[in-house]
């Protein structure tokens, strides 16, 4: 155990979490989700009694988002809803981003679902929690953590 770390982040996710650098992704995603085929080649690293938010949560508390990009964050777009629909699952790790990441709800994108996939081929790594509400799949880009350039 360690002081300070959530206790939802295991050996290996902190591992895979810290092996990141600036610009890869982190996929954490729905139990729905074809992790395993579209994880294939990847770390899948599988969290089935965490919810989403919790799992979200705990990433967020040490992973730093890009601040370069005009929107680290990512989710995937509810499918035959309006613009700017995101269901409660989503806004709640929306707000978390906010809350532990600096992120407002702008840098915060919905992808349509094919296009998610897409993007998930280029991700780092796939967390597979145990959330039960399908679309909740967010995908986040690493930033950095150093000193101010002198």
């Known amino acids: 155990?360690?002081?300070?770390?959530?206790?939802?982040?295991?050996?290996?996710?902190?591992?895979?979490?810290?092996?990141?650098?600036?610009?890869?992704?982190?996929?954490?995603?729905?139990?729905?989700?074809?992790?395993?085929?579209?994880?294939?080649?990847?770390?899948?690293?599988?969290?089935?009694?965490?919810?989403l938010q919790r799992a979200c949560r705990a990433v967020l508390s040490v992973f730093p988002l890009d601040q370069s990009v005009q929107q680290p964050v990512a989710y995937m777009k509810v499918?035959?809803?309006?613009?700017?629909?995101?269901?409660?699952?989503?806004?709640?790790?929306?707000?978390?981003?906010?809350?532990?990441?600096?992120?407002?709800?702008?840098?915060?994108a919905a992808v349509e679902r094919f296009a998610f996939y897409d993007r998930v081929g280029g991700a780092y790594a796939i967390v597979q929690t145990g959330e039960a509400q399908p679309y909740a799949n967010f995908i986040f880009k690493k930033g950095v953590i150093g000193d101010a350039l002198a």
Request: aromatic share 2%; with cysteine.
């Open 1 to 51: 155990m360690l002081k300070g770390i959530d206790a939802a982040l295991t050996p290996e996710l902190l591992k895979v979490l810290c092996e990141m650098g600036h610009g890869d992704e982190v996929v954490v995603v729905d139990a729905n989700f074809t992790a395993a085929s579209l994880g294939r080649g990847k770390p899948v690293i599988r969290m089935p009694g965490i919810d």
């Open 79 to 108: 499918e035959h809803t309006p613009d700017g629909y995101a269901s409660a699952v989503q806004r709640a790790v929306i707000a978390l981003a906010g809350e532990l990441a600096s992120a407002d709800p702008g840098q915060c």
